[in-house]
């Protein structure tokens, strides 16, 4: 099951046919719990069950719910800290999961027991969700809003990602980027595809640098070099995946200026990463980015497909 998308909206819309919701920092999962044993699949259809072990066994009923697993560093979502949890599984997941707790939070609820509830509008699915009283240190359901734009001043305010708002009446469209639900994000974090690195300044073991692009219908467009963020353990993980994907040539489908391509590691473009920037330039690259983490629960395939409903929205 793919979970339903959010499109990004211009407005916060108002009224009582729409709810508002905090937009969290973390990554969306659907969880299946049959017999109190949970199955937590990625936006892309990957099991990732083995990455959190601590939510693999639940005091729940069998459903299946939306969430989104967040990391917290002193009560604030912190997706840095989460993505060291997303290339660890089995006992290296154990491990993290000490040092890295982890949170489910729940804000759907698609079926309960045998019923499925997914052509229910949200306002009785929601009501059905908050009769179930889910909340202990694993998993939580957080509150929904009447006033979405006192929200969203509230989430800039204490430097959150941003809201959602969702009508009331929406059915659950399963894989969908409904307009039904919006997004509104305080910063701009992207995700790009890896394309090559370059080595630290001085230092012939450390990853400085990765060069990231944008798939697209016209081809692997490159899109600058990232630099800032790539620090300590996350740089040798992050060298460990690239260096594992080494290839001959650029894969970006245009000629490269000589300051990013010299001294450049070329790789299958099959990383996806995160970044944060301020836009772009006139042309065409990331201004001031900064490195956020590894998106194992995307596939550039997913990129291209966001691309072109953006485009369509």
């Known amino acids: 099951m793919r979970p339903m998308l959010a499109t990004r909206g211009d407005h916060v819309p108002t009224g009582p046919d729409w709810v508002h919701e905090v937009k969290w920092d973390g990554m969306r999962v659907i969880v299946e719990v049959t017999g109190g044993r949970a199955r937590l699949t990625s936006r892309n259809g990957n099991d990732v069950t083995s990455t959190f072990p601590e939510l693999s066994t639940l005091a729940l009923p069998d459903l299946v719910l939306d969430g989104e697993v967040v990391a917290f560093t002193d009560g604030r979502p912190d997706f840095g800290a989460l993505a060291t949890r997303l290339q660890r599984s ?97 910063r701009s974090r992207t995700s790009w595809v890896v394309g090559g690195w370059r080595h630290e300044t001085g230092s012939p073991a450390r990853i400085g640098a990765v060069l990231v692009g944008e798939p697209t219908a016209d081809g692997f467009r490159y899109r600058g070099r990232v630099g800032s963020g790539i620090t300590g353990r996350t740089g040798v993980a992050l060298k460990e995946l690239l260096v594992a994907r080494a290839a001959d040539a650029s894969p970006f489908d245009e000629e490269l200026p000589r300051a990013d391509a010299l001294g450049t ?30 998106r194992v629960d995307l596939t550039p395939a997913d990129l291209l497909t966001q691309s072109r409903e953006a485009d369509d929205a």
């Open 90 to 186: 089995g006992r290296g997941a154990r491990m993290r999961a000490e040092v890295v707790p982890v949170t489910l939070l729940v804000f759907d609820l698609l079926r309960l027991g045998e019923q499925d509830l997914r052509g229910l509008p949200l306002s009785e699915r929601r009501e059905l969700l908050d009769s179930l009283h889910l909340g202990d240190d694993q998993v939580q359901v957080p509150p929904t809003y009447d006033d979405g734009q006192m929200l969203l001043e509230a989430t800039r305010a204490q430097e959150l990602e941003g809201i959602v708002s969702k009508r009331l009446a929406s059915r659950y469209e399963e894989g969908v980027r409904s307009r039904s639900w919006l997004k509104f994000a305080h």
């Open 265 to 294: 590691h070329w790789v299958r473009p099959e990383v996806v990463v995160d970044v944060e920037s301020l836009g772009f330039s006139a042309n065409g690259r990331l201004r001031q980015p900064s490195f956020r983490g590894v």
